[in-house]
């Protein structure tokens, strides 16, 4: 099985696709990091798209689709994937199809985790951390149990990330809005769209994904 996971930064995409290679041995492909492990491995694709960086230009669709390709032939038929970043233009989009199908693979699932702009922001921007351990706290759902101490380690210091702000996290949603809205009329076309609520609990998040690609969502 093939799918696509949309969503803003926030919205929980990572964590999900984490639980689906954990429970069902699909292989998350971020664009981003693949790109990178090409990079790093000197393949023929990877040394392409290291000239194009180190000139200072944004890698191409052709370069991108390379870097797919070849991930993909190097997965066992048996493994499904996870799209994440990628595709973003129709362009893309056709491409995905293009390099599938010589794999023998089609798209099944599109997946969107929809949210709440305002409630995500305050998801995002209540989040803080355990300077020492690294164990997650929020201003408003999950305070320590003594404040100013952490529950895990007994640490005093926390900190947050500089780009959890209101102002970032906005971009962040017009960003995705603006990259999103060309492709999903082309696959709510063909009637592989669902949507989930990506403000629910991580379980349900989990449970209603599950749903869907059981043919039971």
Known sequence: ?????????????GTQASRLE??????????????????KAGTPVGLKAKAVMEAGELVSDEIVSGIIDDRLGGLSADQGTIFDGYPRTAPQAESLDTILDAHGRKLDHVI??????????????????????????HDKFKLPAVEGTCDVCGHHEFKRRPDDNEETVRTRMAEYRAKTAPILPLYEARGIVSRVDGMADIEHVTAAIEAILDGKG
């Open 1 to 13: 099985m093939n799918i696509i996971l949309l969503g803003p930064p926030g919205a929980g995409k």
């Open 22 to 39: 954990a429970d069902r041995g699909m292989v998350q492909l971020s664009t981003g990091d693949m790109l990178r492990a090409a990079v």
């Open 112 to 137: 969107e985790l929809s949210v709440d702009e305002d409630a995500l922001v305050e998801r995002i921007t209540g989040r803080f951390s355990c300077a020492n351990c690294g164990a997650n706290y």
